[in-house]
Nanobody
């Protein structure tokens, strides 16, 4: 079972990037899925999460209005559309899921939870 993140890269302030996280090995359709980031010297932050049905989402205050999470069950993939990027968005972005977590809000507030499935990171670097 693997979560494969992609789509990171170099961007300038104001640009857009779209991250993808594709799950393989099992279906994740019953789990909430989330995007997390860790910047140097900072704590892990849940950037956005989406519940199992896609009908409920969580977005951190730092990205509200700029980032949008979505999912495609048929493709077993979750996306993070990132618009109006800022230098402070520079970080390693990971996707995550857990059989015990079905709520997007829960993913947003459980800051230290050890997720069962944790994908390798994709690096986003935003220059000013």
């Amino acid at each position: 079972v693997q979560l494969q993140a992609s789509g990171g890269g170099l961007a300038q302030a104001g640009d857009s990037l779209k991250l993808s996280c594709t799950a393989s090995g099992r279906s994740f359709s019953s789990f909430a899925m989330g995007w997390f980031r860790r910047a140097p010297g900072k704590d892990r932050e849940c950037v956005a999460a989406i519940n199992w049905s896609g009908g409920g989402t969580y977005h951190a205050d730092s990205v509200k209005g700029r980032f949008t999470i979505s999912r495609d069950h048929a493709k077993n993939t979750v996306y993070l559309q990132m618009n109006s990027l800022k230098p402070e968005d520079t970080a390693v972005y990971h996707c995550a899921a857990d059989p015990g977590v079905t709520s997007a809000h829960a993913m947003g507030v459980m800051t230290s939870y050890e997720y069962h499935y944790w994908g390798q990171g994709t690096v986003v670097t935003v220059s000013s």
